[in-house]
């Protein structure tokens, strides 16, 4: 083996340690979103993203129709000085062709969804009417003309662009698209990722520990945060730390996958072969962060396949467990829906009051696990899970927040404003 050089890992200024920011342009910049589509039937497509903009076929309401329960009439015959007695000359049911005419100086009974009648523009509640007999009910003057009716086109006008392309289909789009009687449409593939562990020292649930061994975690993380975004997930287990295991596992995983993630061997260290690996069998586009958790994170292309639109997208994440899901939801989150979408997607921050006196070293974004609440006056106020070690995995656990503490800012003092980024999605 030849000898590497000392490169010190604890040095926070290194002058090639990019910017999260920059980190995240690189990887939009590299990524080519996926262009490749297919039909799905509307309930399959729930979380997927459009291929396509859609435009709507139809008018929704289709047409005007009542809002309420009560009686339907002509605006203009409303009364304007006092009440009025009017006769009912028939009734209007929803969904169901209306049979009567509807005469002037007359209402009709009409229910909610009920198509207005010709030369009706306006409908009187029930409950506002006073029943005058069987034929007749008295109307005050306190009536407006157009009111309780919902106009034809009024949610959805027929041709306008509804949903666009790229949009991610939630429950609401799911609706509105039944609504316009779209029963398959056109989304991207899954994005495909494949992610192994890399370390002699890991063990897979199930396996017995001996000295000096650990139980592999980030491959449960993993799974656990690409299983919220519906990819298409590969896990290909542990690697062991040698040039040539790794280099077997690159060329498949990019084979398979648009996106090849691993965990561990991207430091300094002497059995740490990620970063050879990928100079081999493609380009690194950065390699370190300046964040911490998470500095040495590799990001790269691996260029084993013949056309460059099947090139796989590489991220190196460190060991530690807690790096692991930093980066993730930093990078790979917002990776991930780029490539499927062709967005950009930034992780939402908040503005909270520390309870804690936080030590920080200005010269890197710092991402420290916290607890937020929110006070009876609508403050949010944060503080700290405890010890920050990025091996402490409990602190992901009990945390419901990052607390983002920013390139520029220095130690924070209790009743000090900081950023947080609640967990919300997929953790
Ligand atoms: P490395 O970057 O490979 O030196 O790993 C950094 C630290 O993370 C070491 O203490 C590893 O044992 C630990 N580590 C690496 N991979 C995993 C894993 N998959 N699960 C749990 N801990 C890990
Ligand atoms: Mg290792």
Not at 143 to 161: F, M
Not at 278 to 303: E, Q
Not at 327 to 351: C, E, M, N, V, W
Request: proline letters at 4%; a neutral charge; one cysteine or more.
């Amino acid at each position: 083996m030849t000898q590497k050089k000392q490169t010190s890992c604890a040095d926070a200024f290194e002058a090639d340690a990019i910017s999260v920011n920059d980190a995240r342009e690189i990887i939009t910049q590299k990524i080519t979103p996926i262009t490749k589509s297919e039909k799905l039937d509307l309930r399959s497509c729930l979380g997927r993203y459009l291929a396509e903009d859609i435009h709507s076929p139809i008018d929704v309401p289709s047409h005007t129709n009542s809002a309420m329960d009560g009686y339907a009439i002509s605006g203009d015959d409303l009364p304007t000085q006092s009440s009025q007695s009017y006769a009912v000359c028939g009734t209007a049911y929803a969904g169901k062709p209306s049979t009567n005419i509807h005469k002037a100086g007359h209402v009709t009974r009409i229910m909610t969804g009920a198509v207005m009648p010709k030369t009706t523009d306006t409908v009187i509640m029930q409950e506002q009417v006073e029943i005058m007999g069987d034929e007749n009910v008295l109307i005050k003057p306190e009536h407006r003309k157009g009111q309780n009716v919902r106009q034809a086109g009024e949610d959805i006008a027929k041709g306008c662009l509804v949903l666009s392309k790229g949009r991610k289909i939630t429950p609401a789009d799911l609706g509105i698209l039944s609504s316009l009687g779209l029963g398959e449409l056109k989304v991207t593939i899954r994005p495909r990722i494949a992610f192994f562990s890399t370390g002699d020292e890991l063990r897979s649930v199930g396996e017995t520990l001996k000295e000096g061994e650990i139980y592999d975690s980030n491959r449960y993380t993993l799974f656990g945060m690409l299983k919220q975004l519906d990819v298409d997930i590969t896990d290909m287990g542990v690697i062991r730390d040698t040039q040539e295991a790794i280099h077997e596992a690159f060329v498949k995983a990019s084979k398979i996958a648009d996106i090849v993630i691993t965990s561990g061997g991207v430091s300094v260290g002497d059995a740490d072969y990620i970063k050879p690996t990928l100079k081999a069998l493609g380009d690194t586009h950065f390699w370190k962060i300046a964040m911490k958790p998470g500095r040495p994170l590799t990001f790269g292309t691996l260029n084993t396949s013949t056309t460059a639109a099947s090139h796989a997208s590489f991220f190196g994440l460190p060991g530690n467990p807690v790096a692991v899901m930093v980066t993730f939801l930093q990078f790979l989150d917002p990776a991930i829906h780029y490539l499927a979408s062709g967005q950009t997607k930034k992780p939402l921050t908040l503005q909270a009051v520390s309870a804690d006196d936080i030590p920080k070293r200005a010269g890197r974004t710092e991402y420290q696990r916290g607890i937020f609440e929110q006070t009876p006056d609508g403050t949010i106020t944060v503080r700290r899970t405890g010890k920050q070690g990025s091996g402490i995995l409990t602190s992901m656990s009990i945390a419901n927040c990052f607390i983002v503490l920013s390139t520029e800012s220095k130690d924070i003092s209790s009743g000090d404003t900081v950023r947080i980024q609640p967990f919300i999605g997929i953790i």
